[in-house]
């Protein structure tokens, strides 16, 4: 009977999701051009009420034998697998000069996009662009659960979290209306980047505001992560994160990244102990717009110093990592696929 039910609630769940998906797009650039939907379309019968028709949803999940029903197989039986190439036509017009919103608005989705996402270009092909659009909640499951371990809640002791993520982007679009004016400016990033941006209501019009908070229960200030440069980026990350004795949670998003970090500590653990002695900020590549900031959030802390200082002697031995941060309950990383083969070396 539990079984039953769960299998009920999913059905309604995937109907909900395809009706709402179909009916919101389907007045999009791409829902009527593309090749790769003309079978869809045509399937759906667009003179006999087309979408219309179909998505006058039961509120009964018994009940969506009808209308929904049938869309759910009309889309079953003529969509195929996707690829990039049936999308690239559509998005590079995102980056076409002139950038005028007649052309991005409505292109993919109602609106513009909140950002674009692009590959992280590991592969060494081309970049990849996606446009990221605001769906609700319940259609974006995934992002809420991902914004969620994001933000560990404080513990009662006062603990700290080292949550280490990336604001930056590759380029701002900025569409024209017909006067010739910006309506709108799109960051181009990482997918990470975008979803924290959109969950919290960070526009790029802002950050030169982000970048001199110190979010209370964090490590590092939020400057942090506006630097573009890997190496200082993780140095930065790391020497705020040995500052804090009370350090709880680090999230890092990826084990490889964890490595990384655990490497830099390992390595240069001389440097950080002497920032952390004297409260100066060194003089490092990529840091000059945000240096000012992340000074302000250090000072001279000769008593962490000297605990450093001690357990830099045990730094070979098994066990250091927990030695440095005593309070450290969880490493929060992607540990899947290819990056399970890290999780010895961590």
Known sequence: ?????????????????????????????????????????????????????????QQDVDDVTGSV??????????????????????????????????????????GLPCFIAHSS?????????????????????????????LNPPTSNGGGKNCIMYSLGYRQVVAPLNEDGDVEGRIPVCLMTS??????????????AIYSTIKVPNCSSPLAVSFIQNYKPFLFMYALFALVEPKLETINTLFTTTCRDLCRAIHDQLGDFIHCIETGVIPDLEGIDQVKENLQR??????????ELRKIGKAIETQGWFKQIRPELRVILATASGPFSTVIPEV
């Open 69 to 110: 029903q049938e869309l759910f197989e009309i889309y079953h039986c003529n969509m195929g697998l996707s690829v990039y190439e049936d999308y690239l036509l559509f998005t590079s017009r995102f980056f076409d000069e002139p950038c005028k919103k007649s052309s991005m608005e409505n292109l993919m989705a109602p």
């Open 121 to 149: 270009g590991t592969s060494g092909g081309a970049t990849k662009h996606f446009q990221k659009y605001c769906h609700r909640d319940h259609v974006s499951l995934s992002t809420s659960e991902a914004m969620k371990k």
């Open 297 to 306: 959030f250090l000072q001279p802390n000769p008593d962490r110093t000297e």
């Open 194 to 207: 975008g979803v924290i941006r959109v969950s919290n209501n960070m526009v790029v019009g802002g950050d």
């Open 1 to 57: 009977e539990v079984n039953a039910h769960a299998a009920k609630e999913r059905k309604r769940n995937v109907l909900e999701v395809l009706s709402y998906l179909v009916k919101t797009n389907s007045a999009t650039t791409y829902f009527r051009e593309s090749d790769a939907l003309a079978r869809f379309r045509s399937a759906l019968r667009p003179g006999d009420g087309g979408v219309d028709r179909l998505l006058q949803q």
